[in-house]
Each structure stands twice: as structure tokens, then as C-alpha cells.
């Protein structure tokens, strides 16, 4: 399972992001068997964008192949088009690498 972490920093050690489609960086790990098997950090390019940037966001995470994507916050738009995907969203908040521990136990809430 792949999942999206909206960032504010490179690696897992950083914190989860308040927003989605602006938040300035993506960790993106792979999950097998609730184990981290590898993690990739890529930059949003959205950010700096006047308007859509959680449209392209979106758009992004279905190009990667994520499977979830965890956050603070998505706005209506977003939330549209990773439904459009299949894509599940989950709230999370703090340290990365913990926030991803509650997703493997199953202890973060769902946006539907």
C-alpha cells in the first residue's frame, strides 16, 4: 500500500501538514505488512499556485499510485477529485513517522 503524507518537511521525522493541496512537501511510503518499506519525499509544485492547487495536488497523489493520503485538512475540491480516484483520506497530526504508526494500527479517522 502506498500512502501520501502531506509534509512540511523532507523525511519522516518531520511533521504532518496542516493543508493538503498547498503543504510544501509529500513523504510517500510504501507499506507492507505493517512495516515502512521504503519512503520517498517530493516537493508540491502546487504551492505557489493562484488557484486549483488542490486540484492539481490531487491529480499528483493519482499519478504516484497512492493508495491514502494523510492529512490535516483537504478542501472540497480536492476531496472530489481523490474520491474521483479511489483514493482513501485520513486526519493526522504530529510527527510523521508516528502518524503513520496509528495508520498501521488503524487509530486514525477517515474523511469521507
Not at 505488512?33 to 492547487?53: F, L, V
Not at 481523490?82 to 495508520?103: D, S, T
Amino acid at each position: 500500500m502506498k500512502i501520501a503524507i502531506s509534509s512540511m518537511d523532507k523525511n519522516i521525522d518531520g511533521s504532518v501538514s496542516d493543508v493538503f493541496g498547498r503543504c510544501p512537501y509529500f513523504i510517500i511510503a510504501e507499506i507492507k505488512d505493517k512495516k515502512i518499506e521504503r519512503t520517498e519525499s517530493i516537493k508540491n509544485e502546487s504551492t505557489d499556485q493562484t488557484s486549483g492547487a488542490g486540484i492539481s495536488t490531487a491529480q499528483l497523489m493519482a499519478e504516484k499510485n497512492v493508495n491514502a493520503i494523510i492529512t490535516g485538512n483537504v478542501g472540497p475540491r480536492a476531496l472530489d477529485v481523490l474520491k474521483q480516484f479511489n483514493i482513501e483520506i485520513y486526519l493526522g497530526e504530529g510527527v510523521i513517522k508516528n502518524v503513520l504508526q496509528e495508520f498501521m494500527d488503524g487509530k486514525l479517522k477517515k474523511i469521507n
